[in-house]
């Protein structure tokens, strides 16, 4: 299956005037207090980015259109298109119906008043959202409900088992627990790596996505510090914990070099098409969110086993992993809203969220469906993956320009972690630059939390 690019090209950035144009456009900025049950029939537009995800949905949409006579239109887009067209959909009036979020930049949408609050559906049909799922932080905003979840993106160290046996290396899971450290990581990833020698790429260590900012943070939560203040809006990539989490790393990386950098994965994986550095067999530990799975059955075959572990524990306290998630949303200016949420109620609901555990697309977000993921379960320890919400665990910091910020991020803190840049001063002006961009509207939305998230 086609995995939708990730990426932000060509990102359309409203202005503050952009966004009250769109307000202007819109004939309502929240649900009536009342919402009356969709009537049988219609059709409701549902905006995509994801074929992984909804394309093998494809039946169970054609079943809903037989059951309840709405026909359901599926629109393709990709992320990197996502701003600009839902932004001229909404400015031409012609948005569609209901929207699979791209969470790290809509909640400018939200505050624009152009995306419908939810909160009257939610209580009309006696939803429990906090209760029953695994919230990834956007779906309440500014105490109104805009998002209605359905799945849930949780991490684990994917491990390739067969070189960890070839180099005589301990496997984590022997005594059954994986009750294994950072430092066990560290020491087993320098036993295994081989340096590279003219066309041998070489084996790696570790491999890490550190240029995404919140999916370095299991390397900072883990010592008990964080990276943002949430109730001021602001980062702290430059406090002592945070320091230190991203110095260990550069040793990592640097000096002792068994952790990749991400142009030499990047380089070394176009060697092997259709394949990352993992999938290829040259690395042996790889931090990744859930979706992998799915990618890593279909790459790996029997090319060598491998197995996933929960993140590492620091100071005998167990390791915080991140929980990701994009909701559904409604634009405000819909003629079939009603159509449009229950359609959302229904992915959110127990049958198609069994479907999307059992067939492996994702985790279900409704918490009483994710054990089905595991019926059977895709790798022996895939049972990690729900273990991430028996225990503290981190979600992104999201705003309006969220991927403004992680722009900004990216290609400013390899060199620091190669030694290229002194990493304290380059870390305090890279603090102050995405600060400078950090946007949210009038309300302060995270105001009380507690993160990383407690279960």
Request: proline letters at 8%; glycine letters at 8%; hydrophobic letters at 40%.
């Amino acid at each position: 299956m086609t995995q939708m690019t990730r990426r932000r090209a060509g990102q359309t950035a409203l202005t503050a005037a952009g966004i009250g144009a769109l307000a202007g456009c819109t004939p309502m900025a929240s649900a009536p207090a009342a919402p009356a049950q969709a009537r049988p029939g219609g059709e409701v537009r549902f905006l995509t980015w994801s074929v992984t995800w909804n394309e093998p949905m494809g039946p169970k949409f054609q079943e809903y259109t037989a059951n309840t006579g709405t026909k359901v239109t599926l629109e393709w887009e990709t992320q990197a298109d996502h701003d600009a067209k839902v932004t001229a959909g909404l400015a031409s009036d012609t948005a569609p119906d209901l929207i699979l979020s791209v969470s790290q930049i809509d909640t400018k949408f939200y505050d624009a008043g152009a995306m419908l609050n939810l909160s009257p559906y939610v209580q009309r049909d006696k939803l429990n959202l906090r209760r029953d799922y695994a919230l990834m932080g956007t779906e309440y905003w500014c105490e109104k409900i805009y998002g209605l979840p359905w799945h849930a993106a949780s991490s684990a160290i994917y491990y390739n088992k067969t070189m960890l046996r070839e180099a005589g290396q301990p496997d984590p899971w022997a005594d059954g627990k994986g009750q294994w450290s950072w430092d066990d990581m560290a020491a087993i990833a320098r036993r295994v790596t081989r340096p590279p020698r003219g066309d041998d790429p070489g084996l790696w260590g570790l491999w890490w996505p550190y240029t995404n900012v919140t999916y370095f943070g299991p390397n900072i939560w883990a010592g008990g510090g964080d990276f943002v203040d949430w109730e001021k809006m602001r980062w702290t990539l430059d406090n002592p914990a945070s320091l230190e989490g991203l110095q260990r790393f550069a040793g990592w990386m640097a000096k002792d070099r068994f952790a990749v950098s991400d142009p030499d994965a990047a380089s070394i994986a176009r060697a092997f098409p259709g394949r990352d550095l993992f999938s290829a067999g040259k690395a042996a530990f790889r931090w990744r969110l859930i979706d992998d799975v799915y990618r890593y059955i279909n790459q790996v075959g029997t090319d060598f086993e491998w197995d996933v572990l929960p993140e590492p524990r620091l100071n005998g306290k167990p390791g915080v992993g991140v929980h990701a998630a994009h909701p559904h949303i409604i634009p405000a200016q819909s003629k079939n809203a009603d159509r449009a949420f229950d359609l959302a109620k229904h992915i959110a609901g127990p049958e198609m969220q069994e479907f999307i555990g059992r067939n492996k697309l994702t985790l279900p977000g409704l918490k009483s469906k994710m054990q089905t993921f595991l019926e059977p379960a895709p790798v022996p320890h895939a049972q990690v993956f729900l273990d991430v919400y028996t225990r503290p665990y981190g979600i992104h910091f999201r705003h309006h320009t969220t991927f403004a910020n992680w722009d900004q991020y990216a290609p400013a803190i390899t060199p620091m972690l190669l030694g290229e840049r002194p990493l304290l001063e380059g870390i305090r002006e890279l603090n102050r630059q995405m600060n400078d961009k950090v946007q949210y509207g009038s309300c302060t939305p995270y105001q009380g939390l507690k993160h990383p998230i407690q279960p």
